[in-house]
């Protein structure tokens, strides 16, 4: 298994009732990167949504550039960006820019979206987009590898171009693509990508890892990352309670959007309440605590990258701080240290 990594992630909502406006909170936010990156952290994610009025993050590669030129170590990546709403060869330009202000330090998660409104907003027919995520990572991947090349599908058609400037990282940043069902694992595996798992073990996990082996894929090279929330505290009574409350704010968000769409997102509304899914419920507890639940989980389901989300709804970013430290500083060291890997 690859080395475990850690991260934390951001979507940048701020409810009307937070106290802040958005410029502060993004100004807090690439302070507080700036701050983990100086203690170690490995990986910072950005989600994308649309057309959220708390101000859901719609675009995350500006956010990533910003926090690429304050940092030094840190990796940036989505989980995830919507391919359908994304031109995948301006896409591969903006990552080739952010690859470059990084010197290196850029990944893609990759998915196709289920939120009926943000289809509607951008005027792209739902149906649509299967195909449209299916080509543009076809077409992502031709960027990627640096040729010059032309493309003809059915939702796209490119003539003669070449990515420039060029990718840091021979080969192009490293692709990860979201799966919710086993039709989603297969995808990712046709494209030999890292995984996002967001569904019941045996309809994605296995499917993709079957999948891999079975196209000849080494599967020690490839990585497998979640969201899995992690609050340090020596006092859960006292630190908990507000934290759900803002978390239930962001999980009724999601289920809007599902029930509007008729469509489940995974985990995304029912992780709490769905025993055969992926469990990515919150990590609540002190250090030892959340060292010993994280072992489980990681063992369990063979995840080589642990995300949690640095900012609940409607929090400053100052509030998370102790928390976070322990995360990086503490959490983090001994689960390397415990499952042997460094």
Same mark, same amino acid.
């Given at each position: 298994m690859p080395p475990i990594r850690f991260g934390v992630a951001y979507d940048f909502r701020n409810p009307p009732d937070s106290g802040f406006g958005h410029p502060e909170l993004y100004a807090a936010v690439l302070e507080q990167i700036q701050w983990l990156d100086e203690r170690g952290l490995?990986?910072?994610?950005f989600t994308e949504h649309h057309f959220i009025g708390d101000g859901y993050l719609p675009s995350w590669i500006p956010v990533a550039s910003a926090a690429a030129s304050l940092t030094k170590r840190v990796r940036f990546s989505s989980d995830i960006c919507l391919l359908p709403f994304n031109n995948p060869v301006r896409l591969a330009e903006d990552l080739a820019i952010l690859d470059n202000i990084s010197n290196g330090r850029t990944e893609v998660g990759i998915g196709m979206g289920y939120a009926d409104h943000e289809f509607r907003g951008f005027g792209i027919p739902k149906r649509r987009r299967v195909s449209l995520t299916d080509e543009g990572l076809e077409v992502l991947q031709r960027c990627f590898a640096g040729e010059r090349f032309s493309y003809s599908g059915q939702r796209y058609e490119f003539n003669n171009i070449k990515i420039t400037p060029g990718y840091v990282q021979e080969g192009g940043p490293p692709l990860w693509v979201a799966a919710m069902s086993k039709l989603g694992?297969? %995808?990712?595996?046709?494209?030999?990508?890292h995984l996002?798992?967001?569904?019941?073990?045996?309809?994605?996990?296995?499917?993709?890892?079957?999948?891999?082996?079975?196209?000849?894929?080494?599967?020690?090279? %490839?990585?497998v990352g979640i969201l899995k929330?992690?609050?340090?505290?020596?006092?859960?009574?006292?630190d908990w309670p507000e934290v759900r409350?803002?978390?239930?704010? %962001?999980?009724?968000?999601?289920?809007?959007?599902?029930?509007?769409s008729r469509h489940s997102p995974g985990n995304k509304a029912d992780t709490y309440a769905n025993p055969a899914l992926i469990p990515q419920t919150w990590v609540v507890g002190d250090v030892a605590t959340c060292v010993v639940q994280l072992i489980e989980f990681i063992r369990g389901f063979g995840i080589t990258d642990i995300v949690t989300w640095a900012l609940p709804p409607g929090f400053h970013p100052d509030r998370m701080n102790p928390s976070l430290e322990r995360f990086v500083g503490e959490v983090a060291p001994q689960v390397r240290a415990q499952l042997g890997v460094e």
């Open positions: 490995d990986l910072v994610w694992a297969l %995808r990712a595996a046709r494209f030999a990508a996002l798992p967001q569904g019941p073990r045996d309809e994605v996990l296995d499917p993709w890892r079957e999948a891999m082996e079975q196209a000849g894929h080494e599967l020690t090279s %490839r990585r929330s992690v609050l340090v505290t020596e006092d859960p009574e006292r409350t803002a978390e239930r704010y %962001r999980m009724n968000s999601y289920g809007s959007f599902a029930a509007d």
